[in-house]
């Protein structure tokens, strides 16, 4: 079977920013065929686990665990990641995620907004400079695109592209986005 979904394009609006501001991506994507919605057809399950006191009575049992699981997911679930320091995963931030559907055969577009990275989360060092954005799309939990982009971090002001002060100054800071 062939892809039930094609992502014909990402813009990224807005493009440059400051550091301070939200990215927003317009996504457009086609369905071939309309995708298995299964919200309407069950609800969460109360999962328990419980201890029989006595087969002749329930007044006995008692309920050592239980857990709530919720219904199949079968929209298109997004998720926007600011990739914080190139030598660990461990910087990595999700930005947002958003799940998409139910999704009928045809074109879709969508805009996609998420507050930039939590700066206490990035090392100093990484702040200013270059790393990397991700935008990745899963359908049943399965991964099936990543869409990238390089994202240079620099100041505005030429004194401080010169001469950056020894603690970044966030809201001197402009972000651009470049097509991996």
Request: contains cysteine; charged residues 25%.
């Amino acid at each position: 079977m062939g892809s039930r979904v094609n992502v014909c394009s990402v813009s990224v609006l807005d493009n440059p920013a400051k550091f301070t501001d939200p990215f927003k991506l317009e996504i457009t994507f086609e369905a071939f065929e309309p995708l298995p919605d299964v919200h309407h057809l069950c609800s969460d399950l109360d999962w328990e686990l419980v201890y029989v006191g006595a087969a002749e009575s329930e007044k006995y049992d008692q309920v050592l665990d239980s857990v709530l699981v919720g219904p199949v997911v079968e929209d298109l679930d997004w998720e926007l990641v600011y990739v914080g320091a190139a030598e660990s995963e461990k910087y990595d931030q999700v930005l947002d995620s958003v799940l998409v559907g139910p999704v009928v055969e045809g074109r879709h577009k969508f805009i996609f907004e998420a507050d930039g990275p939590d700066p206490s989360k990035i090392p100093e060092d990484d702040i200013v400079g270059v790393t990397v954005l991700l935008l990745k799309c899963s359908y049943r939990e399965q991964l099936f695109i990543k869409v990238g982009w390089f994202v240079t971090l620099e100041y505005t002001d030429p004194e401080m592209k010169e001469n950056p002060p020894p603690t970044p100054v966030l809201d001197k800071v402009n972000i651009s986005l470049y097509r991996l």
